[in-house]
Antibody, heavy 120, light 110 residues
């Protein structure tokens, strides 16, 4: 079964750091570009970052560029999001998602999400 | 960049057809074929319904169809069913090499 499972969410204070992980199974992880997408409580979806299968192409939303770092370990079939200098407005459910075929052409597999709460 | 523009809500009766619009600019929706649509039920992860403007992934009902004209993409659901009640989001690749989502549309099946 094709599956993505996120972990690492939690409650942190503004300015602190957190690293999210996403474990993939059921498909050839290295062959797919991957994404992080977030959703604040009661709000819409917001794309955060994408990384190619070979890690040579990485993209960020303006709202997180310079604070968040996306990475992956293909041997461990894992995707990561290092989040530094967290802000209250970063509070969201964070989903990892697989790109359908080529970069940016739809996200066909999603995890269940992990919740990040930033509050003093 | 601002989110793509979607109506906040649409409604329809079982068996009817509805269309949800997604308006952007020539730098996103109008300029690229990478427009997708997602369905999200409460408390669940989004589900890909349409990719590359009009293609359905395997397993998605053919009652769902997508199209694009100029800077506006559209999702049409025909033969509405109660199970279609959900939030729907469009997304597009942009000239800034980022992905934009629409604000989302709540579909109510009356």
């Amino acid at each position: 079964e094709v599956q993505l499972v996120e972990s690492g969410g939690g409650l942190v204070k503004p300015g602190e750091s957190l690293t999210l992980s996403c474990a993939a199974s059921g498909f050839t992880f290295s062959s797919y570009s991957m994404n992080w997408v977030r959703q604040a409580p009661g709000k819409g979806l917001e794309w955060v970052s994408s990384i190619s299968g070979s890690r040579d192409h990485i993209y960020y939303a303006d709202s997180v560029r310079g604070r968040f770092t996306i990475s992956r370990d293909n041997a461990k079939k894992s995707l990561f999001l290092q989040m530094n200098s967290l802000r209250v407005e970063d509070s969201s459910v964070y989903y990892c998602a697989r790109n359908y075929d080529v970069f940016f052409n739809g996200m066909d597999v999603w995890g269940q999400g992990t919740t990040v709460t930033v509050s003093s | 960049q601002s989110a793509l523009t979607q109506p906040a809500s649409v409604s329809g009766s079982p068996g009817q057809s509805i269309t949800i619009s997604c308006t952007g600019t020539s730098s996103d929706v109008g300029g690229y074929k990478y427009v997708s649509w997602y369905q999200q039920r409460p408390g669940k992860a989004p589900k890909l319904m349409i990719f590359e403007v009009s293609y359905r992934p395997s397993g998605v009902s053919n009652r769902f169809s997508g199209s694009k004209s100029g800077n506006t993409a559209s999702l049409t659901i025909s033969g509405l069913q109660t199970e279609d009640e959900a939030d729907y989001y469009c997304s597009s690749y942009t000239s800034s090499s980022i992905v934009l989502f629409g604000g989302g549309t709540r579909l109510t099946v009356l």
